[in-house]
């Protein structure tokens, strides 16, 4: 039986992949991390975290106790908190704004990788898995623009290639990647709906569907890329 945790579980992905993991007959606990801390039923223990709060992060990782089988990173933010953004041009550019979305999209998610990668078991198949996008491909960028957020996801998965090398040495079954979920009909991505092919907006049901049988296919020699939905490695 597996032991997992959600951090993000009260967003639209998050919450999809919580309830799925509990439906599972292999999971035997489904930590859910939110801001709100939420209620747990069944498989699902809640647990209050702040993702800028690294005290409470620390705090929830040591409630929760080794060993975790999965650690999926949930979290991530498109626009300001006011709702500004993104970024169409360089001029539109800001220190507070680049500051917040780094925050949000790297450095919280990265101190988590710090508490919960000792989390993992050396002896058997562990992964961690950091949501991150498309856009935050370096190789794939051919429209330019929303600055921070490209930016952001992309040192993301700079640091999660960094992880997965450093996880090898002493995991040697263990595998750290990120995510594309697809685009996915959530308020984050509500506003820039315009233009997707109805086919290619996904629920959150449907994305987080996707991502766990991506997560469940994943060999070591995966480990430090970026994942599609599809199964497809998106490049840096």
């Known amino acids: 039986m597996k032991r997992c945790a959600v951090f993000g579980a009260s967003g639209g992905i998050g919450a999809a992949l919580t309830t799925l993991l509990a439906a599972r007959e292999d999971m035997s606990e489904v930590h859910a991390l939110s801001r709100s801390g939420g209620i747990g039923a069944g498989k699902i223990i809640a647990h209050h975290f702040d993702l800028l709060d690294e005290t409470s992060i620390a705090q929830a990782c040591q409630g929760i106790g080794a060993p975790l089988d999965l650690v999926i990173v949930?979290?991530?933010?498109?626009?300001?908190?006011?709702?500004?953004?993104?970024?169409?041009?360089?001029?539109?550019?800001?220190?507070?704004?680049?500051?917040?979305?780094?925050?949000?999209?790297?450095?919280?998610?990265?101190?988590?990788?710090?508490?919960?990668?000792?989390?993992?078991?050396?002896?058997?198949?562990?992964?961690?898995?950091?949501?991150?996008?498309?856009?935050?491909?370096?190789?794939?960028?051919?429209?330019?623009?929303?600055?921070?957020?490209?930016?952001?996801?992309?040192?993301?998965?700079?640091?999660?290639?960094?992880?997965?090398?450093?996880?090898?040495?002493?995991?040697?079954?263990?595998?750290?990647?990120?995510?594309?979920?697809?685009?996915?009909?959530?308020?984050?991505?509500?506003?820039?709906q315009r233009g997707v092919a109805p086919e290619k907006l996904f629920t959150p049901e449907r994305s987080a569907g996707h991502l766990l049988a991506v997560i469940d296919s994943l060999t070591p020699a995966q480990s430090g890329k970026m994942i599609a939905w599809d199964g497809a490695e998106v490049p840096f």
């Open 74 to 192: 949930a979290t991530g933010r498109l626009v300001r908190e006011t709702g500004e953004g993104p970024e169409k041009s360089w001029r539109a550019l800001d220190a507070a704004a680049m500051a917040e979305l780094y925050a949000i999209n790297t450095i919280g998610p990265a101190l988590i990788a710090r508490h919960t990668l000792p989390l993992l078991p050396k002896d058997r198949p562990a992964t961690f898995a950091a949501i991150s996008a498309r856009v935050g491909s370096i190789g794939d960028n051919r429209l330019g623009g929303w600055h921070s957020y490209r930016a952001s996801k992309a040192a993301l998965n700079m640091l999660v290639k960094n992880f997965a090398i450093e996880l090898a040495r002493t995991h040697p079954q263990a595998v750290a990647v990120t995510l594309h979920p697809g685009t996915v009909d959530t308020p984050l991505s509500r506003p820039f």
